[in-house]
Nanobody, 119 residues
Framework: QVQLVESGGGLVQAGGSLRLSCAASGIILSANTMNWYRQAPGKQRDLVALISSGGSTNYADSVMGRFLISRDNTKNTVYLQMINMKPEDTAVYYC?????????????WGQGTQVTVSS
C-alpha cells in the first residue's frame, strides 16, 4: 500500500525559509515523477514543482528561483526547500505521484502540511 507523508510545514515570516519533506512507503520514489502541489483557501490545487524519475525538475513561474525540489533515494523522501517566502505562498502543500497499475493510472496524495507566511 502506497503512503505519502508530508512534514515540515509551519508558520514563517516573509523572507524566511522552510523545508518540506514527503516520506514514501510502498513505492520507490526514484522510479516515479514526484510532484508538490499547493492549495490556498478558496483556490484550486496548483502544481508547484516536480522531479522526474530521471532527476529533471520543473517549477511554477511563481516559485522559480525560490523553491528547490530534491530527492534522497536512500531515504525514499522528496523535499521542497522554500526560501525568500512570500505571504502568497500560504497554502496547504501536498505531495503527489501517479503510478500505472494494471490498466489505469492511479493517483496518490499525502495528507498535506500547512504553510503560513506572515507579512
Amino acid at each position: 500500500q502506497v503512503q505519502l507523508v508530508e512534514s515540515g510545514g509551519g508558520l514563517v515570516q516573509a523572507g524566511g525559509s522552510l523545508r518540506l519533506s514527503c516520506a514514501a512507503s510502498g513505492i520507490i520514489l526514484s522510479a516515479n515523477t514526484m510532484n508538490w502541489y499547493r492549495q490556498a483557501p478558496g483556490k484550486q490545487r496548483d502544481l508547484v514543482a516536480l522531479i522526474s524519475s530521471g532527476g529533471s525538475t520543473n517549477y511554477a513561474d511563481s516559485v522559480m528561483g525560490r523553491f528547490l525540489i530534491s530527492r534522497d533515494n536512500t531515504k525514499n523522501t522528496v523535499y521542497l526547500q522554500m526560501i525568500n517566502m512570500k505571504p502568497e505562498d500560504t497554502a496547504v502543500y501536498y505531495c503527489n505521484t501517479n503510478r500505472y497499475e494494471g490498466s489505469r493510472w492511479r493517483e496518490y496524495w499525502g495528507q498535506g502540511t500547512q504553510v503560513t507566511v506572515s507579512s
